[in-house]
Protein backbone atom coordinates (compact mmCIF):
# COMPACT_ATOMS: atom_id res chain seq x y z
CA UNK A 1 0.00 0.00 0.00
CA UNK A 2 1.39 2.99 -0.95
CA UNK A 3 1.19 6.13 1.40
CA UNK A 4 2.86 9.76 0.91
CA UNK A 5 2.01 11.69 3.78
CA UNK A 6 2.60 15.68 4.39
CA UNK A 7 3.52 17.29 7.26
CA UNK A 8 5.09 20.93 8.47
CA UNK A 9 1.88 23.09 6.77
CA UNK A 10 0.42 26.07 9.13
CA UNK A 11 -0.20 29.81 9.19
CA UNK A 12 2.86 32.03 8.53
CA UNK A 13 2.94 35.69 7.85
CA UNK A 14 4.14 37.32 4.79
CA UNK A 15 8.05 36.81 4.93
CA UNK A 16 8.38 33.81 7.01
CA UNK A 17 9.98 30.57 6.48
CA UNK A 18 7.96 26.93 6.52
CA UNK A 19 9.55 23.46 6.15
CA UNK A 20 7.09 20.82 4.44
CA UNK A 21 7.80 17.38 4.68
CA UNK A 22 6.59 14.19 2.84
CA UNK A 23 7.47 10.76 3.94
CA UNK A 24 6.77 7.76 1.15
CA UNK A 25 5.97 3.95 2.11
CA UNK A 26 5.52 1.36 0.00
CA UNK A 27 7.30 2.44 -3.25
CA UNK A 28 10.96 1.88 -4.45
CA UNK A 29 11.64 6.00 -3.39
CA UNK A 30 14.91 6.30 -5.19
CA UNK A 31 13.30 5.58 -8.61
CA UNK A 32 10.18 7.79 -8.72
CA UNK A 33 9.87 11.69 -9.41
CA UNK A 34 9.19 13.58 -6.73
CA UNK A 35 7.21 16.53 -6.68
CA UNK A 36 5.30 19.30 -4.18
CA UNK A 37 1.66 20.39 -6.27
CA UNK A 38 -0.61 23.30 -4.61
CA UNK A 39 -4.27 24.16 -4.93
CA UNK A 40 -5.14 27.72 -3.76
CA UNK A 41 -8.69 28.45 -3.50
CA UNK A 42 -10.65 28.82 -6.59
CA UNK A 43 -7.88 27.78 -8.02
CA UNK A 44 -6.40 24.95 -10.16
CA UNK A 45 -3.57 22.39 -8.91
CA UNK A 46 -0.31 23.50 -9.99
CA UNK A 47 3.11 22.48 -10.05
CA UNK A 48 5.58 24.11 -7.20
CA UNK A 49 8.70 21.97 -7.98
CA UNK A 50 9.77 18.57 -9.04
CA UNK A 51 13.25 16.77 -7.80
CA UNK A 52 14.88 13.70 -9.93
CA UNK A 53 17.82 13.89 -8.08
CA UNK A 54 19.60 16.56 -6.38
CA UNK A 55 21.09 18.29 -9.68
CA UNK A 56 18.21 17.90 -11.61
CA UNK A 57 15.32 19.89 -9.86
CA UNK A 58 12.50 22.01 -11.38
CA UNK A 59 10.30 24.75 -10.38
CA UNK A 60 7.68 27.08 -11.19
CA UNK A 61 8.44 30.22 -11.74
CA UNK A 62 6.20 31.99 -8.96
CA UNK A 63 8.33 30.55 -6.50
CA UNK A 64 11.87 30.20 -7.82
CA UNK A 65 14.42 31.83 -5.34
CA UNK A 66 12.39 31.47 -2.50
CA UNK A 67 11.22 27.90 -2.52
CA UNK A 68 14.28 24.60 -2.46
CA UNK A 69 12.92 21.00 -3.19
CA UNK A 70 14.92 18.48 -1.59
CA UNK A 71 14.86 14.81 -1.02
CA UNK A 72 17.14 12.25 1.68
CA UNK A 73 16.40 8.44 -0.71
CA UNK A 74 17.54 6.62 2.43
CA UNK A 75 14.67 8.29 4.87
CA UNK A 76 12.19 8.24 2.05
CA UNK A 77 11.26 11.72 2.46
CA UNK A 78 10.96 15.22 0.18
CA UNK A 79 11.01 18.38 0.90
CA UNK A 80 9.89 21.82 0.25
CA UNK A 81 11.55 24.47 1.97
CA UNK A 82 9.55 28.19 1.32
CA UNK A 83 11.04 30.78 2.20
CA UNK A 84 9.98 34.91 1.95
CA UNK A 85 6.18 33.38 1.86
CA UNK A 86 4.07 36.00 0.31
CA UNK A 87 -0.32 35.80 0.77
CA UNK A 88 -0.41 34.46 -3.01
CA UNK A 89 1.01 30.99 -1.46
CA UNK A 90 -1.78 30.02 0.82
CA UNK A 91 -2.89 27.19 -0.66
CA UNK A 92 -3.16 23.11 0.12
CA UNK A 93 0.37 21.53 -0.67
CA UNK A 94 0.51 18.22 -2.12
CA UNK A 95 3.06 15.56 -2.37
CA UNK A 96 3.18 13.52 -5.41
CA UNK A 97 5.31 10.08 -6.39
CA UNK A 98 5.32 9.96 -10.17
CA UNK A 99 7.19 7.35 -12.07
CA UNK A 100 4.85 5.24 -14.28
CA UNK A 101 1.37 6.24 -11.85
CA UNK A 102 1.17 9.01 -9.76
CA UNK A 103 0.81 8.81 -6.48
CA UNK A 104 -0.76 11.77 -4.24
CA UNK A 105 -0.53 12.82 -0.45
CA UNK A 106 -3.98 14.23 1.39
CA UNK A 107 -2.20 17.52 1.78
CA UNK A 108 -1.03 20.41 3.70
CA UNK A 109 -2.86 23.48 4.14
CA UNK A 110 -0.33 26.31 4.18
CA UNK A 111 -2.06 29.90 5.26
CA UNK A 112 0.30 33.42 4.76
CA UNK A 113 -1.00 36.35 6.17
CA UNK A 114 -0.49 39.99 5.10
Known amino acids: QVRLVESGGGLVQAGGSLRLSCAAS????????MGWYRQGPGKQREMVAR???????DYADSVKGRFTISRDNAKNTVYLQMNSLKPEDTAVYYC????????WGQGTQVTVSS
Open 96 to 103: NANLAYAY
Open 26 to 33: GIIFSRYV
Open 51 to 57: IISDRST
